[in-house]
């Protein structure tokens, strides 16, 4: 009974294909988040959606989207991969904003991009 | 511009010992802060937090102290377990934002 699922555990494309991963929590939190883990093993913040509604953006390429159909749920677009997108991409979930409550994060979806 | 830094990327105790990692921040604005373990092929773990108007939190064998005037923090772990071989990531946070900002890890090996 997973709280927070991502899909696919790995991705392996080439570069200029566009992709999706999926994400969902069943925890009812209200804020979902996307991080990105590179090379070096810093894991940094790209999105976060509070009731469907982006409150972060944190300098990403806009090839990247995130999509969320409802509470439960928000999906990372990627259009014309490069290979510097290669790396571990974690979905994440939080009851209210990170200042009070802890993230509870999915395994990570790790993108090769060849 | 790294706001959360652990300067130790890994560090081996033997079992029964005290384990203490390492944290430190730069954002004087940061009044939350948490640690995560992480096991290979799997997402960070919340494990304990602390927030800035206290300097130490404990739950079972895990402790959390903070030094707000050095701006930094440390994770005791008493005793240490084989179990508790992983990757350990200190996070920041202010009240209110929306964004937790991660150290770059500090692999822990807890020799039986």
């Known amino acids: 009974d997973t709280a927070v699922s991502q899909t696919p555990k790995y991705l392996v494309t080439q570069m200029g294909n566009d992709k999706s991963i999926k994400c969902e929590q069943n925890?009812?939190?209200?804020?979902m988040y996307w991080y990105k883990q590179d090379s070096k093993k810093f894991l940094k913040i790209m999105f976060s959606?509070?009731?469907?509604?982006?409150?972060i953006n944190e300098t990403v390429p806009n090839r990247f989207s995130p999509k969320s159909p409802d509470k439960a749920h928000l999906n990372l677009h990627i259009n014309s991969l490069e290979l510097g997108d290669s790396a571990v991409y974690f979905c994440?979930?939080?009851?209210?904003?990170?200042?009070?409550?802890?993230?509870?994060f999915g395994n990570g979806t790790r993108l090769t991009v060849t | 511009d790294q706001q959360v830094k652990q300067n130790s990327p890994s560090l081996s105790v033997q079992e029964g010992r005290i384990s203490i990692l390492n944290c430190d921040y730069t954002?004087?604005?940061?009044?939350?802060f948490l640690w995560y373990k992480k096991y290979p092929a799997e997402g960070p773990t919340f494990l304990i937090s602390?927030?800035?108007?206290?300097d130490k939190n404990e739950d079972g064998r895990f402790t959390v102290f903070l030094n707000k005037s050095a701006k930094h923090l440390s994770l005791h772990i008493v005793p240490s377990q084989p179990g508790d071989s992983a990757v350990y990531f200190c996070a920041a946070s202010e009240t209110g934002a929306n964004n937790l900002f991660f150290g770059t890890g500090t692999r822990l090996t807890v020799i039986p």
């Open positions: 954002n004087s604005m940061f009044d939350y």
């Open positions: 602390i927030s800035s108007i206290k």
């Open positions: 994440a979930s939080s009851p209210t904003g990170t200042g009070v409550s802890p993230l509870h």
């Open positions: 959606y509070n009731n469907k509604e982006l409150i």
């Open positions: 925890l009812g939190h209200d804020t």
